[in-house]
């Protein structure tokens, strides 16, 4: 008989349904609306952009889903794992000149099965990745929420392994794929993916 401790058991989280923003929080006069405005009302912020920019992709996608935090890609739409990165000329904080564009964290550990922990390696995740940049240089024209102030690249998994890097700038994002406008992400989506590798049982159409 083993005395090696036993490790506990998994508990499961399970499916929240989605908040409104009405709902009051108990012994504080608040609203789950307040706490948004509260956490991320400044769209320029890194990380709240990135969620605009899944955001963006899902709708330009017809995907109302919400995002699942912490899986291997953001979206998935007819059987095509999504990642979405976001940058962008202008930040939350005083600048001597407009930040570079880059898009970081192309490669990743992968959960799978999140018993097992994360993957020993780093690899790419999702079959096609669509590179989000806000490219607006004046405080005075900044309006993120315009999609005519976004340019997106589409490019397909086989391209970043042939690169094998975690990042790249607007410039080798440029070679790899044309500028696309909001209205040409799903075509666009659609042809780098073909042919896409999904696995089977996924969701058809999850969203962020």
């Given at each position: 008989m083993s005395d090696a401790p036993q490790q506990p058991e998994w508990i499961p989280a399970?499916?929240?349904?989605?908040?409104?923003?009405?709902?009051?929080?108990?012994?504080?006069?608040?609203?789950?609306?307040?706490?948004?405005?509260?956490?991320?009302?400044d769209l320029r912020v890194n990380n709240t952009r990135g969620y605009l920019a899944e955001f963006l992709v899902?709708?330009?996608?017809?995907?109302?889903?919400?995002?699942?935090?912490?899986?291997?890609y953001d979206v998935l739409w007819?059987?095509?794992?999504?990642?979405?990165k976001a940058s962008a000329y202008l930040q939350a904080w005083p600048q001597r000149a407009p930040s570079q564009l880059r898009?970081?964290?192309l490669r990743g550990h992968s959960w799978g099965d999140i018993t097992q922990g994360m993957s020993a390696e780093k690899t790419y995740k999702a079959d096609v990745y669509v590179l989000a940049a806000l490219t607006t240089t004046s405080h005075a024209d900044y309006d993120p929420l315009d999609v005519s102030a976004w340019e997106?690249?589409?490019?397909?998994?086989?391209?970043?392994?042939?690169?094998?890097?975690?990042s790249i700038g607007?410039?080798?994002?440029?070679?790899?794929?044309?500028?696309?406008?909001?209205?040409?992400?799903?075509?666009?989506?659609?042809?780098a993916a073909t042919p896409a590798s999904s696995s089977a049982g996924d969701d058809p159409d999850r969203g962020v």
């Open positions: 399970p499916e929240v349904p989605p908040l409104n923003g009405e709902e009051r929080f108990v012994g504080v006069a608040a609203t789950v609306a307040d706490f948004w405005r509260f956490a991320m009302s899902a709708r330009a996608l017809g995907s109302s889903a919400h995002r699942v935090e912490w899986d291997d007819r059987g095509i794992k999504i990642e979405v898009f970081t964290g997106f690249f589409v490019i397909p998994r086989s391209k970043l392994i042939e690169l094998g890097v975690d607007r410039s080798t994002a440029a070679r790899l794929s044309p500028s696309l406008r909001f209205d040409q992400l799903a075509e666009a989506i659609s042809s």
